[in-house]
């Protein structure tokens, strides 16, 4: 996926550079992501916030070893899963390791319905059936769809095999398209009458 | 069968997870069921669509790390100022500090011992103090001796003495300040208000003290701060980040009635800690929003928004409809004129003015 290797490529110059601009453009590469991911563990926007920072700060502590990295995104996530539980830790916040109990912010799942085809009833259903979606089913659709994880990495991430993976994606996919076998039905509908 | 084995690949193929033969078997599987291509099709223009990248907000986040990076001393090559940055480049309209600038009038350096007359008798020797006022309409933006900076709201006033970082760092406020305080462990920087002192080691945060209004306020915005009240020296209180303390000036005046005035011990003004308020995907506090250009408020008397707009515009405000002073509103101006944006409010929360030279009047 030629993500991670962009984010190679900037990870190599903070390492062999010190490149500040590197580090900048980073951050902002995948700063609402990475917060959105806090946020399913931490539950507070704040803190959420805080915590990019603190892999970051990381990051740059670390800069001499950041070419071993195989895989960056993972790696980035698995550092906002780690200090996030760290410092539910550190506040005896009851330390969740069930992805049942991650949070996925409404509507932190994007479409724009002037790119699609479609009604805005139809997307408003779509929407609707992506926020109805079970909490973990949400946040596995939401890690592979929008922040470009692989099934395994996600697997790894949330202590899950990769079939049960392959079956929440399913899940998510078939009530998404619920709404669109509405439409065809629909639009069948009103062209027979037409004619 | 053939159902769920059909959703497990497509989802694979759109995720790029399909191994070829998972897609030779989804065409096969497509071949018999004609009416699943439509949902198909949809779904693939839906992955192909990228979440918007919010930059500014983005840019913002970035600036609060730089800032923490330097409040953690770690060193990160030549750091840009943090604070300035926050405001971020692409919105503020670079002329606009100058211009403030010129219209603030910074009177240093003359004698001025009011504020430090604590014994209240006058033999005190006067000291020599600087004072940086903001007219009506203005804004400006200090850099003090030890590298601290305060944006000045528009009709404040902000004085400190020549002692200012010798051992304390002590100014004075009236009116609206967002400072971002240098840490300093030995050096303590005080702010005095008319009914509140604010000790800080080193933090952000936005002090609001209008003489003219009902409450005083504190929002702080990361940090830690302890508030003392001038009646009460010995209760301290530490505020979180995203809190504000509200101290109100005079109690029982605005929607307290019910608490008679024999209640409320003489002087001590009622106080209340809450959380800083936040507009639909803004990611700085209403609280502090007017060092980013914008006027903003979120569920606010109409009274208390015409005295925003007082300053904020340089007009006087006259309720002829004393009712209309109750409306809740909200709203964030920016460029708008004081025109567009009392047409904005009047759309939106239903009452009727005039402007003539400078003064509204609500009818």
């Given amino acids: ?195 | 069968m053939s159902q769920e084995i059909f959703w497990v690949l497509l989802s694979k193929k759109l995720s790029g997870e399909a191994s070829p033969a998972e897609l030779k078997d989804l065409e096969n599987l497509v071949l018999e069921h004609a009416e699943w291509q439509y949902a198909i099709q949809n779904l693939e223009d839906l992955w192909k669509q990228q979440p918007p990248k919010d930059d500014m907000q983005a840019e913002d986040a970035y600036m609060l790390h730089l800032h923490r990076m330097k409040e953690m001393n770690i060193a990160f090559g030549d750091m840009p100022e943090p604070l300035p940055a926050i405001i971020g480049k692409n919105r503020i309209r670079k002329w606009y500090w100058a211009a403030a600038a010129s219209i603030a009038f910074a009177l240093g350096l003359f004698a001025f011992n009011k504020f430090f007359n604590n014994n209240s008798e006058k033999t005190l020797v006067a000291r020599e103090v600087n004072e940086i006022s903001t007219r009506q309409g203005s804004k400006t933006k200090v850099e003090l001796p030890d590298g601290s900076v305060v944006w000045l709201n528009a009709g404040s006033k902000l004085t400190y003495n020549k002692e200012y970082g010798q051992q304390l760092r002590e100014v004075t406020l009236t009116g609206e300040g967002y400072f971002d305080v240098v840490k300093m462990k030995e050096k303590p920087f005080i702010i005095h208000t008319s009914n509140i002192n604010i000790k800080v080691l080193g933090t952000v945060f936005n002090v609001t003290a209008y003489p003219e209004d009902k409450q005083t306020e504190t929002s702080l915005i990361h940090g830690s701060i302890e508030v003392t009240i001038k009646n009460r020296p010995n209760n301290k209180i530490i505020l979180s980040p995203n809190e504000k303390l509200v101290v109100y000036n005079e109690p029982g005046e605005n929607g307290n009635t019910h608490l008679k005035e024999k209640e409320i011990p003489e002087k001590i003004p009622l106080v209340a800690i809450k959380q800083l308020t936040y507009q639909n995907n803004d990611t700085i506090a209403v609280e502090a929003a007017w060092i980013r250009d914008k006027l903003s408020f979120k569920n606010e008397l109409f009274a208390d928004v015409a005295k925003k707009m007082e300053r904020w515009y340089d007009v006087t405000f006259e309720f002829e409809n004393k009712r209309k002073e109750n409306l809740l509103m909200y709203g964030t101006f920016t460029t708008e004129t004081v025109e567009e944006a009392l047409a904005a409010l009047e759309f939106s929360f239903g009452f009727r003015y005039k402007i003539e030279h400078k003064k509204v009047t609500i009818y």
Avoid at chain 1, 2 to 7: K, Q, S, V
Avoid at chain 1, 48 to 62: G, M, T
Avoid at chain 1, 136 to 153: A, M, N, T
Avoid at chain 1, 158 to 182: D, N, P
């Fill in chain 1, 1 to 195: 996926m030629h993500e991670n290797e962009h984010i190679k490529r900037l990870l190599s110059a903070i390492a062999l550079n010190n490149d500040q601009t590197a580090c900048k453009e980073l951050f902002l590469l995948l700063h609402s992501r990475l917060k959105q991911f806090a946020y399913s563990i931490l539950k507070s926007g704040e803190e959420a916030e805080e915590l990019v920072s603190d892999v970051f700060i990381r990051i740059w502590q670390k800069r001499d070893q950041l070419t071993t990295i195989d895989s960056p995104l993972f790696y980035f996530y698995t550092t906002t899963k780690n200090l996030s539980l760290n410092r539910l830790k550190k506040q005896k916040r009851q330390v969740s390791l069930s992805a049942e109990d991650w949070l996925v912010q409404m509507n932190s799942i994007y479409f724009n319905p002037e790119q699609l085809m479609m009604t805005e009833e139809i997307m408003r259903q779509i929407k609707k059936a992506v926020n109805d979606l079970p909490s973990r089913c949400r946040l596995i659709f939401k890690l592979i769809k929008e922040d470009g994880l692989k099934y395994k990495e996600v697997a790894d991430l949330l202590q899950l095999s990769v079939k049960t993976i392959e079956a929440q994606m399913a899940i998510a996919l078939r009530r998404i398209s619920k709404c669109m076998h509405f439409d065809i039905k629909n639009s069948l509908h009103y062209t027979g009458i037409k004619k």
